[in-house]
């Protein structure tokens, strides 16, 4: 379980987070909802050791992480797989290259275990033999897949899935979403999503989490929160503008 209590995060004088309380249980998948600008990003980037709140606490395990730094910290990561927003590939590796550079960086197997271990990630997102390829030669969706390929390769717990799905068409959100949901039903990591894809989260969430100005308003199984009658759920889930916006 990861169990955030009360994070609090500003930039100067600009509040981001408050008090922030949220509880993800072990092996589900909870997807982080809010407008643009709201917190989901910075929230995100507190759970993986980004950055630190200015109060609150960061529990993985019963382990307080939020002040952690070195290779204390280092050791809870190792237990962490993170999809980055725009999949951050590097350009000059290929996708296998991009795909075993977790596993050259922190465990360092032989090479043989390495190479299986790669082209079974790679399998496993199906995108067998596209390893000699560079991730400009592959199609956005690919390019996800690969992003995938490299968070989960070094078999983590938790895995953080940043936007997974921006700059993508409705069919291909559909099949990364789904996708999601294959790998984490076959290797029962913990996922935790921050999106803004609405209505497709829902099929695939345990949990959704709803972020406005810096507070969870909101937390339940799907049909909860689509049957909320929080105004501001409800504001967001239907494309509407703040009334104070």
Do not use: W
Not at 47 to 52: D, F, K, S, T, W
């Amino acid at each position: 379980m990861i169990k955030v209590e009360g994070l609090t995060k500003s930039f100067g004088r600009q509040a981001v987070l408050r008090e922030l309380t949220l509880e993800i249980p072990t092996g589900t998948i909870t997807i982080v909802i809010g407008r643009s600008g709201g917190g989901k990003s910075v929230f995100l980037k507190h759970l993986i050791g980004l950055m630190h709140p200015d109060a609150g606490r960061i529990l993985v395990d019963g382990v307080d992480i939020s002040h952690m730094r070195g290779r204390a910290l280092d050791e809870i990561r190792r237990t962490y797989g993170v999809v980055f927003q725009g999949g951050a590939l590097f350009d000059s590796m290929t996708c296998y290259d991009n795909v075993a550079f977790p596993l050259r960086e922190k465990a360092r197997p032989p090479q043989e275990e390495l190479h299986k271990r790669v082209e079974a990630a790679l399998g496993q997102v199906g995108l067998e033999g596209v390893g000699a390829k560079y991730p400009a030669e592959i199609s956005g969706g690919m390019r996800k897949r690969v992003a995938i390929a490299r968070a989960l390769v070094t078999e983590p717990e938790i895995v953080f899935f940043d936007e997974p799905t921006t700059g993508l068409d409705p069919v291909l959100v559909n099949t990364i979403h789904h996708l999601m949901l294959d790998l984490h039903r076959r290797l029962r990591f913990t996922a935790v999503v921050v999106s803004h894809e609405i209505p497709e989260i829902f099929e695939i969430a345990d949990t959704v989490a709803m972020l406005h100005e810096g507070r969870i308003v909101e937390v339940g199984p799907p049909a909860m929160i689509q049957g909320s009658t929080n105004p501001v759920v409800q504001r967001f889930i239907k494309g509407e503008p703040d009334t104070n916006a």
